[in-house]
């Protein structure tokens, strides 16, 4: 007789054989359903940014873990670790001249374990790193960040500088994570420490968002206002969705690889 299947995976079975506007309309369904939940439970919503970091930094450990144990850089992304370290040094610039708070001692211990990876696989363990397979140029996301933060920055008091500062950190964290996508596209198969890698960072990414889109409703819209008027704080909001949504397909692979009991991911044609 045929084994049972678990709820969950008949769920997933279902789900995967949707039409993408239908998986699409559900995704928004759980986003939303999430959402909810999250405000229920969480009342103080500056939480959920300290949150993100945290998962960030979990992350992080893993990679420092996957580096330690196993001295190997197969399947990581180094352009994706260099974008990480610049948005977070132009953010801590920021954090510094304009509120410094907790999430800039945060940022400060994201960017010395960043720059920290970034050394062993430069150095340390040249010899495993992918480069044929890290071929995203990093100047398609960095000059297009640049323009737009010249364009569309916060309208506040801080000087034009810093402002532009701001932005451009802003938008360059959306999009960091594409060579490491792009990489994982190349190999379709990924390991379980690069895995829960990514997946620390939707979650950390959807924290994020969360506590924007919570902020905003909870203030009315007042906060986008005290962001400064124009494109600006749409912008801002735009961005975190963004950031969510890239990693969005790959987390819910990430969740069925899991479910099913297999330690090493494997991506279908298409994804990322």
């Not at 998986?23 to 939303?32: C, D, R, T």
């Not at 500062?165 to 996508?181: D, I, K, N, R, T």
């Not at 919570?214 to 124009?230: E, I, K, N, P, S």
Request: glycine share 4%.
């Amino acid at each position: 007789m045929k084994a049972s299947k678990r709820p969950i995976q008949v769920v997933a079975t279902w789900v995967r054989r949707q039409p993408p506007k239908v998986k699409a309309f559900l995704a928004v369904i759980s986003g939303m359903t999430a959402l909810v939940f999250l405000r229920m439970v969480v009342h103080d919503h500056d939480n959920l940014f300290v949150a993100a970091e945290a998962v960030h930094a979990i992350g992080i450990s893993v990679l420092i873990y996957k580096l330690m144990k196993e001295k190997t850089c197969a399947g990581l992304s180094l352009k994706s670790q260099e974008l990480t370290a610049l948005f977070l040094a132009v953010r801590l610039y920021c954090s510094f001249v304009m509120e410094y708070d907790i999430h800039t001692l945060l940022d400060s211990a994201t960017l010395v374990t960043t720059l920290w990876v970034i050394y062993m696989i430069r150095f340390k363990l040249r010899s495993s790193y992918m480069e044929d397979k890290d071929n995203f140029a990093i100047y398609y996301v960095v000059i297009p960040c640049a323009v737009l933060s010249l364009l569309i920055h916060p309208s506040t008091h801080h000087h034009i500088f810093n402002r532009i500062f701001w932005a451009f950190c802003v938008y360059l964290e959306a999009v960091s994570v594409l060579p490491q996508l792009r990489v994982m596209q190349n190999t379709k198969i990924v390991e379980p420490f690069t895995a829960h890698y990514v997946f620390a960072l939707g979650i950390a990414r959807f924290l994020s968002c969360a506590h924007w889109v919570l902020q905003v409703l909870d203030t009315r819209g007042r906060l986008l206002t005290a962001l400064g008027y124009g494109l600006w704080p749409s912008m801002v909001l735009l961005s975190e969705i963004v950031q969510t949504f890239i990693l969005a397909d790959f987390c819910y692979y990430y969740v069925k690889s899991v479910v099913g009991g297999q330690l090493v991911l494997r991506l279908p044609s298409g994804v990322v």
